[in-house]
């Protein structure tokens, strides 16, 4: 089945600095990724559709400038938290949309990157 | 905007017992795709079973099932035959259904409910 790889799983930094996250497809191609935000018993939260070859779409609220998603190959997509503060630590989770008829895809996530900024 | 409800926030069954959890949904949209995820404390989304909302017939996944009512706008869960690796968090989640293929929405989740299984 499809499968996507999240990395790392769990990264600890420092306030100020920046941290990139990546999302691979491994067996299939995703021409659209989509990062989630889950805070400690709470539920998924969709922070921005990432489209291969295009600019991210950015849920409202969504800091654009602090949350820079590339999505430069369709089986690679990256989430980088800029400057990062205690408040971006979080559970991150991607996931990508395997090919199908329209309308009959499915959605798989990857296991999630625990971030935590001292 | 769509929005789902899943109304209580922790259930309990005996193991082999049957249980349902709840989930409503709001929107506008006429076609859409309903799911259940499971997410265990290794944190990974599990696909539990997908109801395509055309579709009448309620889907079935082994012991898991759901009781789809397109006009009431609820979604629920049935597991039978509750077996410990059952536990979990369980979201129920709702997509816009794609007509062009391009891989527009992502999907919106309920709160989760917190299922625990009693030996």
């Known amino acids: 089945g499809a499968v996507v790889s999240q990395h790392p799983s769990w990264v600890i930094c420092k306030s100020g600095t920046s941290v990139k996250i990546e999302c691979r497809s491994l067996?299939?191609?995703?021409?659209?990724m989509f990062w989630y935000r889950q805070f400690p018993k709470q539920s998924l939260m969709l922070m921005a559709t990432s489209n291969e070859g295009s600019k991210a779409t950015y849920e409202q609220g969504v800091e654009k400038d602090k949350f820079l998603i590339n999505h430069a190959s369709l089986t690679l997509s990256t989430l980088t938290v800029t400057s990062a503060h205690p408040e971006d630590s979080s559970f991150y989770i991607c996931?990508?949309?395997?090919?199908?008829?329209?309308?009959?895809?499915?959605?798989?996530f990857g296991a999630g990157s625990r971030l935590t900024v001292l | 905007a769509q929005t789902v409800t899943q109304s209580q926030p922790e259930m309990s069954v005996q193991e082999a017992e049957t249980v349902t959890l709840s989930c409503t949904y709001d929107t506008s949209e006429s076609d859409y795709y309903l799911f259940w995820y499971k997410q265990p404390p290794s944190r990974q989304m599990i696909l539990v079973i997908r109801?395509?909302?055309?579709?009448?017939q309620n889907a079935t996944e082994n012991r898991f099932s759901v009781n789809f009512q397109k006009a009431a706008k609820s979604f629920s869960l049935k597991i039978s035959d509750s077996q410990l690796g059952d536990a979990a968090m369980y979201f129920c989640a709702y997509r816009s259904y794609d007509y062009s293929g391009g891989g527009a929405d992502g999907l919106t989740f309920g709160k989760g409910t917190h299922l625990i299984i009693q030996p």
């Open positions: 996931s990508a949309r395997t090919s199908g008829s329209p309308g009959a895809n499915v959605l798989t």
């Open positions: 067996d299939f191609q995703a021409t659209t």
């Open positions: 109801q395509e909302a055309y579709k009448q």
